[in-house]
């Protein structure tokens, strides 16, 4: 089964939120807020210069989630767009952002080595996110094209 980021990202959304006391009203909001603000900086990196090996340190674990520009930015996205229409509050509001530094920290490590070459690479990333079937499937040839155009590598 192919990785999906979204719903790794979303359980561990869920599971952090249960230290927060959220009215229930505002969970749903909270819960796709802190969701779609992960998801939105992790696009938006990868779309400026630079932004791929942000996400590659990031997701290899060699830049720490609480000091990265991509948490950074996760965390103003969801101040501006979720917290700031909720009014729950300087404590609540405190503490829900506090999650998003431990939420993307569990993205470290999930990118790693899997074609045992020393270093993290394309056909890496293809093995993570489950795209198999070598250069000859569609899916395979597909992604290798997009991404080796992101990474520099065909």
Known sequence: MA?????????????AMGSVDVPSAAKNQVLNGLTESILGSLTQTATKAGGIDQLKNLLTGKTEAASSPITALATNIFSKNILGSLGLGDGTNSALT???PVIIGQLGGILKDQDGDGDVDLNDILATLGVGGGAGSI????????????????
Not at 3 to 15: L, P
Not at 139 to 149: E, F, Q, R, V, Y
């Open 3 to 15: 990785f999906n980021i979204q719903d790794f990202i979303t359980k561990q959304v869920t599971s």
């Open 98 to 100: 506090g999650l998003i």
């Open 139 to 154: 899916i395979g040839t597909a992604a290798k094209s997009i991404l080796g155009s992101l990474f520099g590598k065909k």
